[in-house]
């Protein structure tokens, strides 16, 4: 996967990285912010979402699809269709920007809206990236771990530098015997559940 990224999709990465150290570093507040995951994690859900089942691939806050191209990896990889959902017009138009430059949108369906709307109708998640607005999770963990497929994972981003109000929904992760799940100490910090 990661040695063969194409050249149009590598520049766009590269291209929502530097927006992304600008946003985080000079101070200014702005409405616009990406907020999006460092590559380490995208590395890292990538690698995890290369080794699912067969079943729908799934992403909750796209953002302007930084995480997105590399779930896309895995995708390509396992000749699967990512589903992403973001409810942000501004971040909609950033990320079907980022889908066409990048020539991606043959593995890519961006759904608008609330994501909850969307989890309702699916069905057989094998991987689902969580990274929302901090109030959703525990609505969306809900909705995605009865639907995801024996083996299939969802991972939640934050669950460290965010876990003070994340605190019950990841009690109730580690907790649940549907499934197996640990909190990651990688960047702002993963929880993985993999479905028993
Ligand atoms: C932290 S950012 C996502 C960053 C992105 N995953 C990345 O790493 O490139 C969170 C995004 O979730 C979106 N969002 C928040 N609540 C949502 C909801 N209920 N349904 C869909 N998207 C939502 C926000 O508009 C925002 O763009």
Request: with cysteine; proline share 5%; hydrophobic share 40%.
């Amino acid at each position: 996967m990661f040695h063969q990224i194409p050249e149009s999709m590598r520049k766009r990465m590269q291209m929502l990285e530097d927006i992304d150290t600008i946003d985080r570093s000079d101070g200014t507040p702005r409405l616009q912010r990406l907020r999006q995951i460092p590559p380490v994690t995208g590395q890292f859900i990538a690698l995890l979402a290369a080794t699912t089942p067969d079943g729908e691939m799934v992403e909750i806050g796209t953002s302007a699809g930084y995480s997105s191209m590399w779930i896309i990896q895995a995708c390509k990889l396992l000749g699967r269709k990512l589903k992403t959902c973001e409810i942000m017009p501004e971040k909609i138009a950033l990320a079907k920007e980022t889908f066409c430059v990048a020539e991606v949108e043959e593995y890519v369906q961006l759904l608008e809206g609330d994501a909850r709307e969307y989890l309702n109708d699916l069905k057989d998640i094998s991987f689902c990236f969580l990274d929302a607005e901090k109030e959703v999770y525990a609505d969306c963990y809900e909705i995605v771990i009865p639907k995801l497929v024996p083996g299939g994972l969802l991972v939640a981003d934050n669950a460290i530098n965010h876990r003070e109000i994340l605190q019950p929904m990841l009690d109730r992760a580690l907790a649940d015997e549907r499934v197996d799940a640990m909190i990651v100490p990688i960047a702002k910090g993963e929880l993985v559940c993999r479905k028993i």
